[in-house]
T-cell receptor
């Protein structure tokens, strides 16, 4: 079975500071990893994904994530946070050889203070 | 591209009533997924289809839930009879056929069963 852990329910950061949202995963094989963002009363918007190759993945709105196989982590990062980044962030995993559905973490609420 | 379209966006009904949620996937996508989001259980898969055929319905809570995909551009999720514990946000997502493809989510249907 596959699983995702997002250990922080909420992350607070000041505008202009770097941010990190943590994610660790467990799959039986090799993973596809995804980050989505959800704004209030909206659907999930795709940010970025790791398929293979370069461990540093760049995505939308200046976000990036680093895949670390030995630590089974895929932390989301941004060098300089904006107030508009405040939202709910979900990490998701899928086993390359497994079923197509995503397994999501519990979500991390990012609050960027002006 | 219009993205994934879901209707209705909001639904309020009384316990025991039938509820039908609708989804139009992105044109050309082979896979369609139904997810449910609740505070207690987070985001969880209900069922997914490939080329209109149900592949995995292990997430469907019980016989009160049913889903169909009569053609490539339309799917329904039906709850009959509805119960208060079915109150949640129901998301539809679609993706292309390759395993590494991104799932794109609709705006969701917020269901409240009184």
């Amino acid at each position: 079975a596959q699983s995702v852990a997002q250990p922080e329910d909420q992350v607070n950061v000041a505008e202009g500071n770097p941010l990190t949202v943590k994610c660790t995963y467990s799959v039986s094989g090799n993973p596809y990893l995804f980050w989505y963002v959800q704004y209030p009363n909206r659907g999930l918007q795709f940010l970025l994904k790791y398929i293979t190759g370069d461990n540093l993945v760049k995505g939308s709105y200046g976000f990036e994530a680093e895949f670390n196989k030995s630590q089974t982590s895929f932390h989301l990062k941004k060098p300089s946070a904006l107030v508009s980044d405040s939202a709910l962030y979900f990490c998701a995993v899928r086993d390359k050889g497994g079923r197509r559905a995503l397994t999501f973490g519990s979500g991390t609420r990012l609050q960027v203070q002006p | 591209d219009a993205g994934v379209i879901q209707s209705p966006r909001h639904e309020v009904t009384e316990m025991g009533q039938e509820v039908t949620l609708r989804c139009k996937p992105i044109s050309g996508h082979d896979y369609l997924f139904w997810y449910r989001q609740t505070m207690m259980r987070g985001l969880e898969l209900l069922i997914y289809f490939n080329n209109n055929v149900p592949i995995d319905d292990s997430g469907m809570p019980e016989d009160r839930f049913s889903a169909k995909m009569p053609n490539a551009s339309f799917s329904t999720l039906k709850i009959q009879p509805s119960e208060p514990r079915d109150s949640a946000v129901y998301f539809c997502a679609s993706s292309l056929g390759q395993p590494q493809e991104t799932q794109y989510f609709g705006p969701g249907t917020r269901l409240l069963v009184l």
